[in-house]
């Protein structure tokens, strides 16, 4: 795990991230922080919609953010922190399916392997995990011959 003061501060950027979710209708936050290779943070938050299908996971929201800055292949390391908004609990929450889907693509288009962090809202309890863990046999770009992505 890199530095404890490096995991705590994407944790933290992730948490501020959640606060600023739109969930008014699942009153589940979530927020996402994404280290580049740089060192730079980019933050996304879950954004709902009253159609409930045109939502987006906080997780797409911040690699989605990083690709649009032409930055995709520099992704090194997330952090996902989530819980209910009107609870006092702790919840320790881990990427949907998709994310986890969009986040083997960022792995394998970064060609390196990508520490997950997922962490309670206080960060008291985090869970360090890689895209292996959370999508074991996954299909990606290199199942199409696609490999990393090159800078010119």
Do not use: W
């Not at 209708?25 to 709902?48: H, K, M, P, Q, W």
């Amino acid at each position: 795990m890199p530095e404890d003061n490096d995991v705590q501060q994407l944790i933290a950027a992730a948490r501020a991230a959640m606060a600023n979710a739109h969930a008014p209708y699942s009153r589940f936050a979530v927020g996402a922080a994404v280290r580049l290779t740089d060192g730079s943070i980019v933050t996304g938050c879950n954004f709902e919609n009253a159609s409930y299908g045109l939502s987006l996971c906080a997780e797409t929201v911040a690699l989605a953010s990083v690709n649009a800055q032409g930055r995709f292949a520099d992704v090194a390391e997330i952090a996902v922190v989530g819980g209910a908004m009107d609870a006092g609990e702790e919840a320790l929450v881990t990427p949907c399916g998709r994310c986890r889907q969009i986040m083997n693509e960022a792995e394998q288009m970064a060609g390196r392997t990508l520490s997950i962090y997922c962490a309670t809202p206080s960060g008291d309890r985090v869970l360090d995990l890689r895209v292996a863990d959370l999508l074991p046999h996954a299909f990606g770009p290199a199942d199409l011959g696609i490999g990393p992505t090159q800078k010119s």
